[in-house]
């Protein structure tokens, strides 16, 4: 829900929305790199189970 609002303020700030000094690169950023751990963190969950299941099953 963040992120969709995160990325249609840094249109509004034009050019000083990409700034560091701005709140919103900040946001933006830290959205992105959130997105990228939380699939990396789906993708160990279903090796993981896949592997109990192998070794159980």
């Known amino acids: 829900m963040s ?6 303020a840094l249109p509004l ?3 000083y929305g990409r700034l560091s000094e701005q709140g919103i690169e900040k946001i933006v950023r830290d959205l992105r790199a959130h997105r990228i751990l ?20």
């Open 13 to 15: 700030r034009g050019g």
């Open 38 to 57: 939380e699939g990396t963190n789906e993708i160990m969950r279903v090796i993981v189970a896949r592997g109990l299941t192998e070794a159980l099953g």
């Open 3 to 8: 992120a969709p609002a995160a990325a249609r």
